[in-house]
């Protein structure tokens, strides 16, 4: 019963300094960390010892796969060799660098014990860094390489810890830590790999998204737990087979399973990532406590603990730095503020604590090590985590652009309907009930609403949003009708559900494109889609006429919802959206390739010929 009573205050707290970081604005992972340490503290709190096998065993394969089926396949690879200098040429210079200070700082330590603790606090964590980049909106090519490093660090981190606790026990060959490192690495990829070909292969045959989920929940600890048996990480195989699984996903999954097992995961990670950090504040009390039967004195382990906490900062800076001037002069390299704000997202989390109780019991000044464990995690997470929104700030770093994202996402939906309606051209079916002008008409009421997303005018409603405000009045009085019905026990609740479940789905879809509206910011929306046609090359972006109007709409007493230019002949008219699609006509008519957004601030151009967005 006090388990019980503790889990589920565990729970409440996270739930509550979740809710509350939002209204704040701290990060909910600083502030359980901080929560955590001031609780561990309260005499009716019991001392709790984060064991390192519920950790590496119990939180860090669901934390990875989680974040790994999520990462997307292509831009990890577009950035890979950052990704890899990070993770792996990083974490080992940090760990000869911290075990070079706290050598010379620890009287009798040894190299061997110092390397440990250089390995335990090299890594930054998979959780920590992300939930602060997201939240404060960083570039997604800097959340990108954040995520790929913290999904492959831990390896390199935790052979590097195994071969220095060997060298404690009884010394090790530089022949063996190579082999070692490799036999990690590629046992956990062809572990990785193995899982990838099994659960796909058990997807493609089922199409039970309860029964495919569990499938998911599975594959991450029993992918760890095959290559540690053998001897490789655990780490690589799950994130080799969580990014396969998730790029794969969309072919080997039904659309069910993909929603169930999405909105799972995020449960799932959301639960986990927070309560690991209240879990880390936790540990405050006794570490201390502990330390106090130290034989250096108080102020020879708060230098060590500062020290460690400088060194790993200051590393990582200069390395970034220095891989951003060897590699500034080749193409598309990453802008120097953007490269700041790697260096400093090197927040510590969980594994770094976890990682040190491996060290063994045995090992001279271990309750030092496990506060400069802490030290580390904490100093990384508050002094990094709180100062990073700011520098973000006055380095002037802009965050995901949601016009530009609208914009790109109407753009690719044309593709995606002007691919569906040629294969419906191409099918052979009789239709004798209109069935073809139907699925041409949901197609076209799916693009007009997401081109009608960048509309900036004020005040005015698209046909979209009233349509979404229309339907949703009507949604709500479908379900009170529905309820009314199962009240008076007429109809099978089994029926019932299903009723309710699809309005439930339809009301979910039209509060996606109200957000998605609500997110668009006006401002100068312009997007090179970096797959510009020879008709857009031919005709750049010019300055729109002043005080545009659709003349053929003026004369037919219809209105418009955005207007086009034409950029061959500067004609303007009404999008597709609009009663006449007068900007649709004239390229029928003219044949003129290239059109250009008239609205205020926008500066994006569309190809007819190609279905192109530039």
Known sequence: MELAL????????????????????????????????????????????LE????????????????????????????????????????VLTSLAVGAVVEWLVPGIGWAAAIAIGAVVAPPDAVAATAVARKIGLPRRVVTILEGESLLNDATALVSLRTAIAAISGGVAITEVGL???????????????????????????????????????????????????????VISVVVAGLLLGHRAPIIQTAQSRITERITWRTVAFVLENTVFLLIGLQLDWILADVGDSTLSPGRIALVCVATLVTVIVVRLAWVYATWLARGLRANPLPASWTF?????????????AAAFVIPEDAPHREVLLLVAFTVVAGTLLLQGLTLPLLTRLLKVPSPDPAEDALARAALLQEA???????????????????????????DQRSFAAWEQLSTAVGEETPSELYARIRGEMIEAERAKVLEVRSHGEVDSEVVSQVL???????????????????????????????????????????????????????DGTRWVSLRQCLTCGHVGCCDSSVGRHATAHFHQSLHPVMQSAEPDEAWRWCYVHNLTG
């Open 501 to 555: 479940g699809l309005l439930d789905i339809e009301e979910s879809m039209l509060d996606a494109g109200t957000e998605a509206r609500a997110s668009v910011r006006t401002g100068s929306l312009a997007l090179t889609s970096g797959r510009e046609c020879d008709d857009l090359v031919e005709h750049p972006v010019v300055e729109t006429v002043d005080d545009p109007a659709c003349a053929t709409c003026l004369a």
């Open 52 to 91: 390192s096998e519920v950790v590496l065993l119990g939180l860090l394969p669901p934390l990875l796969y989680a974040a790994a089926i999520q990462t997307s396949l292509v831009d990890f690879n577009a950035n890979r060799g950052s990704i890899l200098r990070l993770s792996i040429v990083l974490v």
């Open 6 to 49: 503790l889990l589920v205050s565990m729970a409440a707290v996270v739930l509550a300094a979740t809710a509350i970081s939002e209204r704040v604005g701290v990060p909910a992972p600083l502030l359980l960390l901080v929560v955590g340490a001031a609780t561990s503290y309260v005499p009716a709190v019991p001392t709790i010892h």
């Open 417 to 443: 309907s002007d691919a569906g309606n040629a294969r419906l051209e191409e099918l052979d079916f009789d239709d004798h009930h209109g069935v073809g002008t139907q699925i041409r008409a949901r197609l």
């Open 180 to 234: 070692d490192f490799l036999v990690a690495a590629g046992g956990g990829v062809v572990i990785g790999i193995a899982f990838f070909l099994l659960v796909a292969w058990l997807r493609r045959r089922i199409t039970d998204p309860l029964l495919d989920t569990a499938i998911s929940f599975l594959t991450p600890f029993a992918a760890f737990v095959a290559a540690e048996e053998i001897h490789a990480s655990g």
């Open 341 to 353: 704000l790697i260096g400093w997202a090197g927040m510590r989390g969980v594994v770094t604590l």
